[in-house]
Structure formats: structure tokens, C-alpha cells
């Protein structure tokens, strides 16, 4: 297996140490990952580079693939050329010396270069400021984020142990998971989406209506492609198609990181799914903390969809 074909390569042997979380700047981290933060600081970017930035498990996968498919005017061939995490690396990924690390994927590939990251606005290197990078956020409603990241830490043993479905409920709107607050994150993103190239979208919004949210993209980026095409994308970024799709699926990483019989990593893909998980007493108490948390703020989410 190639080093690359994997999330930053690696080997498929022995079992995994899960990571703790190591606070940098308040926010918390993996600590695998910051053993390459000083790579990641130091990152050059050029006014060419996209950044996809998102909370984990707000649709991160989904957007990669529509911008790949943007990029490639719609050919479905070239975007099956590798898996998604090499084709668009994460740029602060880093997991010891048998995988390869965001920064170093990064550096081997040339312009435009697609960059993946889950960093908060003041942890993401200035660098792609400066450059003026287009990026775009995409953020999912916090409920159906939780029960995905949930779902994810369980499978996904480059994360710290999840604990019960209650424990994590707890973890998650205390902050006390990867990159920290989700409520710090989407707000701290939408504060800068007039001061810099910012496309901010929402999950719930592709999935309502997935060609106008790719339409919406494609002219962010500069792009202009024919109604057929935008069918085509929607077509084969549709969760359907990407599921059963190896280059986007996340099947290409070995069971001792992603251990995709625990969950698989394209798991429901819908809008609503919390209501399978929360009880009423945990709804109430979501309800209480997120108006506390976003007081103030004009960012409206949707927690389901009318059919
Ligand atoms: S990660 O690990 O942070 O990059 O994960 P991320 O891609 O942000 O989030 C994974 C969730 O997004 C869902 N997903 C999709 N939903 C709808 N349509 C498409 N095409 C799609 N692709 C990925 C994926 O199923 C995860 O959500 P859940 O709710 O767990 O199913």
C-alpha cells in the first residue's frame, strides 16, 4: 500500500494508542497532532490555494468531493485518480513516522492545491490570510454534528476514546473534544466571513438542494460549468455515490485507524438524525447551553428539513 493512499500513509499493523487532548491556545488537540505544529505553522501557502475549513463532521468529505469535481470540470475519471485525503490533504493531520504528514503531502503537490482543515479561525495559519485564499466553510446544526462526531470518535482510534453515548453528550458541549467548542467554532469562522474570501455554507443546505449550493461554489471559485455538468456532480457527490465510492469512502484506510465495522465513516448522511439519539432531558439541556452560547449572534441553523 502506498504512504499516501491512506490518511497520510501508515501501516495496517498492531493496535493503536488512542491520543489525549493537549490544549494549544485553549483549544483542545490531539497530541499527534501537535508533534508536527510547528510544520504546520510555518506552512507557506499562495494565493492559489483553497481551503476547505470545517468543525469535524460537518460535512468536510462532502464539500471536498464537490470541489474536486468542480476543479476537474465535472470528469468523474480524474477525481478517482486517489482518495480523497490525498487528493485534498489535511493540513494539520500528523500521526508518527509511518504516516505522512498534512504539511509534507502538501509540499509535494502542485498549484491549485485543495487543503483540508478543521482549525478554528485564530489557530488557522495566517499565512492563507495574507495570501487572500479563497476558503470556504461549511458548517453543520449542532445536534446532528454531535451525533456524527460521535459515531466518528468511536470508529476513528486516532481520536481519544468516546466514552458512553451520555459521557460524550457531556465532553461535547463542555468543549471537551478535538478543536474544542462547536459554538466557538462556527461563531469564530462567521465573524471573519466579511473580512476575508469566505464562502460560508451550511450542510443543511446542500442537502436541500444540492446543485444550488455546488452552483454557489463553483462561482466563488471562479469557475463556469454547464447545467449538465452541475447534474453530474450533484449526481456523483450525492451520498449514495459516494458511499459506495473507495476514492471517497474512507475504505482505503486500514481497520487499525478507521475500524469502519464499529461505524462506517459515510454513516447516515441526513438531516435529523439527533432525534434517534437525544432524550428529551438532554434536549432541554442542548436547548439551554446553545442559547447561552450563540446569544447574540445573527447564525440560524437548522436542525431538520421539511419534506
Ligand atoms: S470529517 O472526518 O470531519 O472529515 O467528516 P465530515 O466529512 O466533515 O463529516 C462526515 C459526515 O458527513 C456525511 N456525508 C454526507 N452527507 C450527505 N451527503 C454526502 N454526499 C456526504 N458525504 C459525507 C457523513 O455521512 C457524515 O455524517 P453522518 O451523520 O455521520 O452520516
Not at 5 to 11: E, I, T
Not at 174 to 198: C, E, F, M, R, T
Amino acid at each position: 500500500m502506498l504512504r499516501q493512499d491512506v490518511p497520510g500513509g501508515g501501516s495496517t499493523e498492531g493496535a493503536r494508542q488512542r491520543p489525549k487532548l493537549v490544549p494549544l491556545r485553549g483549544v483542545p488537540m490531539p497530541d499527534i497532532f501537535l508533534e508536527n505544529w510547528e510544520a504546520v505553522q510555518n506552512f507557506r501557502a499562495v494565493p492559489q490555494d483553497i481551503v476547505i475549513a470545517t468543525y469535524p463532521k460537518a460535512g468536510t468529505t462532502w464539500v471536498q468531493e464537490i470541489v474536486d469535481f468542480i476543479l476537474q470540470d465535472g470528469d468523474a475519471e480524474k477525481c478517482r485518480r486517489a482518495p480523497l485525503q490525498t487528493r485534498i490533504p489535511f493540513l494539520e493531520f500528523s500521526c508518527g513516522s509511518d504516516f505522512t504528514a498534512g504539511t509534507e503531502l502538501l509540499e509535494q503537490m502542485s498549484s491549485p492545491r485543495v487543503i483540508k482543515t478543521h482549525l478554528p479561525f485564530q489557530l488557522l495559519p495566517t499565512t492563507f490570510l495574507e495570501q487572500r485564499c479563497k476558503i470556504i466553510y461549511c458548517a453543520r446544526n449542532a445536534k446532528d454534528n454531535l451525533v456524527s462526531y460521535y459515531h466518528f470518535d468511536k470508529m476513528n482510534k486516532i481520536q481519544p476514546e468516546p466514552g458512553t453515548w451520555h459521557e460524550y453528550f457531556q465532553k461535547f458541549l463542555q468543549g471537551n473534544v478535538s478543536y474544542g467548542l462547536w459554538h466557538d467554532h462556527v461563531l469564530g469562522w462567521w465573524a471573519q466571513k466579511d473580512l476575508y474570501p469566505i464562502l460560508y455554507i451550511f450542510y443543511e443546505d446542500i442537502k436541500e438542494d444540492p446543485k444550488r449550493e455546488i452552483r454557489k461554489m463553483m462561482t466563488f471559485l471562479g469557475r463556469d460549468l454547464p447545467e449538465s455538468v452541475l447534474d453530474a456532480i450533484a449526481r456523483h457527490t450525492s451520498f449514495q455515490a459516494m458511499r459506495c465510492n473507495p476514492m471517497s469512502n474512507y475504505m482505503s484506510v486500514p481497520p487499525d485507524v478507521f475500524d469502519q465495522t464499529v461505524s462506517t465513516f459515510m454513516r447516515k448522511g441526513e438531516v435529523g438524525d439527533w432525534k434517534n439519539h437525544f432524550t428529551v432531558a438532554q434536549d432541554q439541556a442542548f436547548e439551554i447551553d446553545y442559547e447561552r452560547r450563540m446569544k447574540g449572534s445573527d447564525l440560524r441553523f437548522r436542525t431538520e428539513l421539511q419534506q
